[in-house]
């Protein structure tokens, strides 16, 4: 699994519709054969900050990926929107499809 999580910084003034904006560039990355998850989530404690985990099957689910047209378009709607550039995580976690349980905790009884 190809394991990816990009921090962006957005201007203010679009921080508020950051998640429309890059909406149709999430619903196609989404429904890739290769994609296993692709959410956004914003930081609680800087309001301007979102970070995308995301995650392919293998390099040639994320090769697709960076070379669709959804992927072009999603870049140059977000760069108007960013004030820095995006800082990122690029693994490969071997015999790893998507989530697993995590063994620590469980909801009581």
Same mark, same amino acid.
């Given at each position: 699994?190809? &394991?990816?999580?990009?921090?962006?910084?957005?201007?203010?003034?679009?921080?508020?519709?950051?998640?429309?904006?890059?909406?149709?560039?999430?619903?196609?990355?989404? +429904?890739?054969?290769?994609? =296993? &998850? &692709?959410?956004?989530?914003?930081?609680?404690?800087?309001?301007?900050?979102?970070? =995308? =985990?995301? !995650?392919? +099957?293998?390099?040639? !689910?994320?090769? !697709?990926?960076?070379?669709?047209?959804?992927? +072009?378009? *999603?870049?140059?709607?977000?760069?108007?929107?960013?004030?820095?550039?995006?800082?990122?995580?690029?693994?490969?976690?071997?015999?790893?499809? *998507?989530? *697993?349980?995590? !063994?620590? =905790?469980?909801?009581?009884?």
């Amino acid at each position: 699994m190809i &394991f990816i999580a990009v921090r962006f910084t957005v201007r203010p003034e679009y921080t508020e519709e950051w998640l429309s904006l890059v909406g149709p560039f999430t619903e196609a990355t989404r +429904a890739e054969p290769g994609n =296993l &998850f &692709f959410d956004w989530s914003r930081d609680v404690e800087e309001p301007h900050r979102f970070t =995308l =985990l995301e !995650a392919f +099957a293998d390099d040639a !689910a994320a090769a !697709a990926h960076v070379g669709s047209d959804h992927f +072009a378009a *999603g870049l140059e709607t977000m760069s108007a929107a960013i004030s820095r550039t995006p800082e990122i995580i690029n693994v490969t976690v071997p015999d790893q499809q *998507g989530w *697993g349980a995590m !063994a620590e =905790l469980a909801p009581r009884p």
